[in-house]
């Protein structure tokens, strides 16, 4: 269950300008960005390879800070939480689902569920009973033995959601989900996921190139050249509240602008 009540803001960017390099040679991957996500509703964020997409995702999972503006998740700044406090943060209230899965090849899939609650300090009897749960209602119960490399694309992929979700994280991040699968699978997943965050009155934040995930989201945004931008221009309904009639953090590489 949320600890963010009713429609809360789960996470806020203001004013926010990411910038790579040094003078003479910089890169301006987000220029301005001002948006607001909250508990409850799927927001997607549409745009080109080198849009800036990544590097949006990484700042709303602190994994860096913004070059000027200011970043806040859970209502406190970025800048306020310590690195042991980012860190716990990703652990237990920040999901990431990676196109790449970053599943670890050594450990079962069981094993891959279960560790992000090991890392937020769930008891292992419970994180075995959790990561179960999760791989049984995604359609992969019978895989918790396995290892990633027998796995296909699509299983690869709902093990990764499963870890997303593991420990009941307020904030899920998703980079391109659908990328590395076929059309009815990578819809398939991005249902699950959002079916998930609805129930569980989560918030989910989606980057990718694909319009058919519109479907699914609350809300959709575009990203183009490092500003947001609605179809019309200049997003005016990304910091607007979800309207009221819809219903363990693992670092990322440096990101691509």
């Known amino acids: 269950m949320s600890r963010i009540q009713g429609n809360g803001c789960v996470a806020r960017l203001t004013d926010v300008t990411r910038i790579y390099g040094t003078a003479g040679r910089e890169t ?94 769930v008891p292992r009897a419970e994180a075995r009973r959790r990561a179960l749960a999760l791989l049984k209602e995604f359609g992969i119960g019978d895989l918790a033995g396995a290892r990633p490399g027998t796995l296909s694309q699509g299983q690869k992929q709902r093990v990764a959601v499963a870890r997303a979700l593991a420990n009941d994280a307020e904030l899920i991040i998703a980079d391109e989900p659908t990328g590395s699968l076929a059309t009815a699978q990578g819809l398939d997943i991005v249902r699950l996921l959002t079916a998930e965050v609805r129930q569980r009155n989560h918030c989910a934040v989606i980057v990718s190139h694909d319009e058919r995930i519109a479907a699914y989201a609350d809300r959709v945004l575009y990203l183009e050249d490092g500003a947001l931008r609605t179809s019309g221009g200049l997003a005016s309904d990304a910091l607007d509240p979800l309207p009221s009639a819809l219903v363990g953090g693992i670092e990322l590489d440096r990101p691509p602008v």
């Open 28 to 121: 301006v991957a987000l220029r301005g960005v001002s948006l607001a996500v909250h508990a409850g509703e799927t927001v997607l964020l549409l745009g080109p390879s080198g849009s800036g997409k990544t590097t949006l995702l990484t700042l709303l999972g602190g994994l860096q800070r913004p070059t000027a503006g200011t970043v806040e998740i859970f209502g406190r700044a970025v800048e306020d939480y310590s690195p042991r406090e980012l860190q716990r943060l990703r652990a237990t209230r920040i999901g990431f689902v990676f196109q790449t899965f970053r599943l670890l090849e050594a450990l079962s899939v069981l094993d891959n569920v279960m560790l992000v609650m090991r890392f937020g300090g």
